[in-house]
């Protein structure tokens, strides 16, 4: 795979990678594009994460409150984790 525009044989591509790769207003483009991916992917393991702390929760016997509280999530969010979903 080719990763310098030099080497590219498709000029648009060849274009858009100089500009994303040497122009400074590229950079700071794709900087901030993999922050923001970086971003929503430790929001998403974190979710999953309090997902299944609040599952073995409440198979403690622990209540929504209590759980909500420790795992810094709200109520309601939890309540949707814990109750089956209507069919």
């Known amino acids: 795979?080719?990763?310098?525009a030099d080497d590219m044989h498709f000029g648009i591509l060849a274009e858009k990678t100089r500009y994303l790769k040497?122009?400074?207003k590229g950079v700071?483009?794709?900087c901030k594009v993999m922050e923001d991916l970086?971003?929503?992917s430790y929001a998403e393991g974190?979710?999953?994460q309090?997902?299944?702390t609040a599952k073995n929760l409440y198979e403690q016997?622990?209540?929504i409150e209590q759980i909500a509280k420790a795992i810094g999530f709200d109520i309601?969010?939890?309540?949707k984790w814990l109750t089956p979903k209507a069919v």
């Not at 795979?1 to 310098?4: A, E, F, G, L, V």
């Not at 309601?76 to 309540?79: A, L, R, Y």
């Open 1 to 4: 795979m080719n990763t310098s």
């Open 22 to 24: 040497e122009n400074p």
């Open 28 to 30: 700071s483009e794709m």
């Open 38 to 40: 970086r971003d929503e």
């Open 46 to 48: 974190r979710e999953e």
């Open 50 to 52: 309090a997902k299944m």
């Open 61 to 63: 016997n622990i209540s």
């Open 76 to 79: 309601s969010t939890v309540e």
